[in-house]
């Protein structure tokens, strides 16, 4: 009797993890979550879904990105609808990008095209290089890039300096080790 009532605890505590709670604003059937014509943008998409998911519908929205990692621990995606959504084509489509590119089968996403900026409006998000979409991101990663490298030059000559103090500590230790051994004959 012990027996079955701690198995049956064990199933239930498991069939907790497996039950997900369907997003506020969307609709779920199964391992489907329907979000589409919900006017969600990158600040309201949901931030989590169950990682049991295989289908999403993001379609007519006015979603500019995805948020980075979004879709990185739902292990079995099979299909995201994505079609309707205004692109901004700058740093914040990477994830997006990187995320289409790694798909198998990338013929639902052909026809997701740059709503903005200018300059590649229309463009297929697919198609676009990452130097393209870098060249668009705004100035600020410049001082970022630029205060991290120094940064890294600040650290290896650190790391230089400290070396040659080890090699001197290490070249008086020999010396006296050497004087130590000669003083003791």
């Known amino acids: 009797m012990m027996r079955r009532r701690e198995t049956l605890l064990v199933f239930l505590s498991l069939l907790r993890v ?3 709670e369907c997003p506020e604003a969307c609709s779920c059937t199964g391992t489907s979550v329907d979000c589409s014509g919900q006017e969600l943008n990158v600040s309201t998409i949901p931030r989590r879904f169950g990682n049991t998911i ?8 006015k979603l500019s990105a995805i948020p980075n990692g979004l879709f990185d621990t739902m292990y079995h995606l099979r299909s995201v609808a994505l079609d309707n959504n205004p692109w901004t084509c700058d740093c914040n489509i990477l994830y997006l990008r990187s995320w289409l590119l790694k798909q198998e089968d990338r013929s639902p996403y052909k026809h997701l095209s740059c709503s903005s ?3 590649l409006q229309s ?10 979409v870098v060249a668009t991101c705004d100035d600020w990663y410049c001082p970022v890039v630029l205060i991290c490298q120094i940064g890294l030059v600040v650290f290896i000559a650190i790391q230089a300096i400290l070396l040659i103090f080890v090699i001197r500590f ?3 230790f020999e010396a006296l080790s050497e004087e130590a051994i000669r003083s003791s004959k």
């Open 123 to 132: 463009r297929r998000i697919l198609y676009l290089t990452e130097d393209e």
């Open 170 to 172: 290490l070249r008086r």
């Open 54 to 61: 295989t289908e999403i519908r993001l379609s007519n929205n």
């Open 117 to 119: 900026p200018a300059e």
């Open 18 to 20: 497996a039950v997900f």
